[in-house]
């Protein structure tokens, strides 16, 4: 018994107690993934800092935000805005592309202050209920694609811009759900390609934790997705509010613990 123990033991990436901690993690991350369409870095990313190299973590959750939203697409597609994907997709290839040169030429670190602040602002404004938020105008694409797709490549985080202009185009939460599934997809496909051309995707441990972590994604996504159908509009909101201020405090705490 005692060999067949070494043996299982020697066979998982992690061990049993450190596994079994990660797993759930990751299932409450995708929890608040099939509520809000992203923000699995918030519960996962610290998380998996504290087991895992962080080279590890940004890839590793590429492949799974890539698995969870082609799970929430395959579901319930047919809710997505195809209009609003059609406005905001050439700005976020656009706003990757910047980002890759920056992340190639600078120090983007310095961006992450100004993207927590304008975060945790919006999430404390969205909150507050001083007043209705209007509705966006189109245009608004632009300006929202280009800075989500410029963040997504510079750090993974920029989800949460995406929803703040879906939040402010679609009535529905059922459909600005997938549809930010569909561009979180999108957005991590392209990730996830150019870590498979540089390489990364090569390093079998790494796809060990994900086929591991597999599970706990879809039961986690499974469980955000009900919660979603039983919520309220204004329900939804507040929790989108909620993600998108935690996610600019962690960008805030990223900044000054670097």
């Known amino acids: 018994m005692d060999a067949l123990f070494s043996s299982v033991s020697a066979a998982l990436p992690l061990a049993p107690l450190q596994l079994m901690l990660v797993c759930a993690g990751v299932a409450v991350a995708y929890v608040i993934f099939g ?10 990313g610290p998380l998996l800092a504290q087991f895992v190299p962080v080279a590890v973590i940004v890839p590793l959750l590429a492949l799974l935000d890539f ?14 805005d195809t209009g609003e994907l059609r ?7 656009l706003g990757s592309l910047l980002g890759a040169a920056i992340l190639l ?26 007043k209705p938020q ?28 995406y929803a703040i202009y879906l939040a402010g185009r ?8 997938v549809t930010q599934s569909t561009l979180i997809g999108l957005s991590t496909l392209t990730r996830a390609i150019l870590f498979l051309l540089a390489g990364v995707y090569a390093d079998r441990a790494l796809l ?23 919520l309220s509009k204004a329900q939804f909101m507040r929790i989108v509010s909620l993600v998108v201020l935690c996610s600019g405090l962690a960008l805030i705490a990223r900044y000054f613990g670097r």
Not at 35 to 44: C, R
Not at 73 to 78: A, C, E, H, P, T
Not at 87 to 93: D, E, L, N, T
């Open 35 to 44: 509520l809000a369409g992203f923000g699995t870095a918030l519960v996962a």
């Open 67 to 80: 698995a969870a939203a082609t799970v929430n697409v395959l579901r319930d597609g047919r809710s997505a």
């Open 87 to 93: 406005r905001i997709v050439p700005a976020m290839a």
């Open 105 to 130: 030429r600078g120090r983007p670190e310095v961006l992450l202050a100004a993207l927590g602040l304008f975060a945790v602002g919006y999430g404390l404004y969205a909150l507050s209920g001083f």
């Open 134 to 161: 209007a509705r966006l105008s189109p245009r608004a694409a632009w300006p929202f694609g280009a800075v989500g797709g410029l963040f997504s490549a510079l750090f993974g985080s920029g989800g949460f811009i």
């Open 170 to 177: 679609i009535e529905a939460s059922d459909r600005i759900r």
């Open 208 to 230: 060990l934790l994900a086929l591991w972590l597999l599970p706990a994604m879809l039961v986690g996504t499974a469980i955000g997705r009900r919660l979603t159908l039983v």
